[in-house]
């Protein structure tokens, strides 16, 4: 049996991070290159002073003596392993989306984080950000307690009040422009039935004076210009607004 100091840092990593990604995990939370701690595990020439002292101090509960040489238990007092203060629950977050079986797209479905970062996070051991973490630990740690559904309670951190005012903010812009949109159609249509009229009258009484109705049809059709140009600046206001939700999502959630 192995019983270097590599393969005992390789049972402190295992002990931690129980995931297929577990490298990627210890890698981060020891602030170094998934390269550089598989070294520690198989290479004896990078396991150094510097080295151990670090990994005595991201893991207290680890005895050195132990470490150092072999002999004792592992951990100062047997509990269950725990990195979820130092690590900021984005660590847990992969963790545990690495361990599900739930798919990327029932993901997004249930939390609004997109099939493509799910699969950033799976895929190339992508750290989820704070958010997106929290949304995470709240829907997966649901799904594990057998919930339905995450409640929006501060206990799972599901940020259903951050969502909300999302949706309601972009309700409020669109229904402000759809308001817009319609006094304009409004004013359009009482105008539009005023010019038609007045060319009506002017051809029941035969009226000559064509430069007069060029310039009431011209009048008209601008007025209709107008009225589309209004409205295309209206929709684009909405689509700018949504697009700028949809970018500052897109961030967040990389």
């Known amino acids: 049996m192995d019983n270097s100091i590599n393969s005992r840092?390789?049972?402190?990593?295992?002990?931690?991070?129980?995931?297929?990604?577990?490298?990627i995990l210890f890698a981060e939370y020891m602030g170094e290159k998934p390269t550089t701690t598989s070294n520690w595990i198989n290479k004896e020439s990078d396991v150094k002073g510097g080295v151990i002292n670090k990994i005595l101090d991201k893991f207290p509960e680890v005895e050195r003596a132990w470490l150092m040489t072999g002999k004792g238990n592992m951990l100062k007092t047997v509990a269950e392993p725990s990195i979820t203060s130092a690590s900021d629950n984005r660590l847990k977050a992969l963790e545990m989306v690495l361990n599900s079986d739930i798919s990327a797209y029932k993901i997004w479905k249930e939390t609004g984080i997109s099939e493509a970062t799910i699969g950033n996070y799976r895929n190339k051991g992508m750290i989820p950000t704070p958010a997106n973490a929290k949304i995470l630990i709240g829907y997966l740690g649901g799904i594990k307690t057998g919930a339905q559904s995450p409640p929006p309670s501060d206990n799972q951190n599901f940020d259903f009040e951050r969502i909300m005012q999302e949706n309601t903010e972009a309700v409020k812009a669109s229904a402000e422009a759809t308001n817009r949109s319609m006094l304009i159609i409004e004013n359009f249509a009482k105008t539009n039935e005023r010019l038609t009229d007045a060319l009506f009258k002017m051809v029941e009484r035969k009226e000559g004076d064509f430069d007069k109705m060029e310039q009431t049809f011209n009048t008209r059709e601008a007025y209709l210009q107008e009225v589309r140009d209004l409205i295309k600046e209206e929709v684009k206001k909405i689509s700018l607004f949504?697009?700028?939700?949809?970018?500052?999502?897109?961030?967040?959630?990389?």
């Open 9 to 23: 840092i390789g049972e402190i990593r295992a002990y931690y991070f129980k995931s297929k990604k577990a490298n």
């Open 242 to 254: 949504f697009s700028e939700k949809g970018s500052r999502r897109a961030m967040a959630a990389s």
